[in-house]
């Protein structure tokens, strides 16, 4: 079984960068090494790594998040990046979308446990909810999966000129040529690779970003957004 003794020192960015939160900051790392591992959320090899590629590595998001917008975390899994950007940014209203329990479960302790009052949790997959959950103007992600894919299931959950912003690796730029077509029949109108993170984390974060027009999602998606809209007004009605 791993335990907390086995995280690594706090690295001293992590003061700066989580600032009033640091000791919040501190104890996800320890619910993530231990819960965390023990119910399968995380490897126990990751462990020795939680601050620098995975905790700061999400904070640093934070840079390219603009203030006081709705974000939506698409497959947070255990909380990664929404728990450290909501930790570093109580400006943001954040949703953490994740289809299983046993993640849910897990976010759902760690948001009370850390009094993250602008973060809720919502159970479900990203094509479920649409239409059920308010557009939001930020949609983040990491490791959920290939851009291509992940922007089918993100960017219908944007509001009009939203943008989505996933963390990537060394395939991002490969990754975002490739989606390139899938992207445009979205609705996506520019892209951009971003490095933030400078003086935090070695090697920098590396975002893609993927800003969308009046109709996130494409044709399709505006159609049966507003039918969605449509149900729901009936239903207030009733």
């Keep these: 079984m791993t335990e907390a003794a086995e995280l690594p020192p706090v690295p001293e960015q992590a003061r700066e960068v989580f600032g009033d939160r640091f000791a919040d900051a501190v104890r996800y790392a320890e619910l ?23 905790l700061l590595n999400c904070a640093v998001l934070a840079e390219a998040v603009p203030e006081g917008v709705t974000v939506c975390d698409v497959g947070s899994g255990a909380g990664l990046p929404g728990i450290p950007l909501a930790l570093v940014r109580d400006d943001l209203n954040i949703t953490l979308l994740e289809p299983l329990l046993r993640r849910t479960n897990f976010l759902t302790e760690v948001v009370e446990l850390l009094g993250l009052d602008h973060v809720t949790v919502v159970r479900g997959r990203a094509e479920e909810v649409m239409g059920k959950l308010p557009p939001v103007h930020v949609v983040t992600a990491r490791a959920v999966a290939p851009l291509d894919r992940l922007a089918t299931w993100g960017i219908p959950l944007l509001r009009p000129y939203g943008e989505m912003l996933a963390l990537k690796g060394d395939t991002a730029e490969e990754e975002l040529k490739a989606a390139a077509t899938a992207l445009s029949k979205l609705g996506a109108v520019e892209t951009s690779i971003l490095h933030v993170g400078e003086g935090v984390v070695d090697p920098l974060s590396t975002v893609v970003r993927v800003e969308v027009g009046e109709s996130p999602g494409g044709v399709r998606f505006a159609a049966k957004r507003a039918k969605a809209a449509r149900t729901g007004r009936a239903r207030r009605r009733r």
Excluded: D, S, Y
């Design 32 to 54: 993530l090494a231990e819960a965390g591992v023990q119910r399968g959320l995380i490897g126990p090899r990751e462990v020795p790594r939680l601050w620098e590629r995975h």
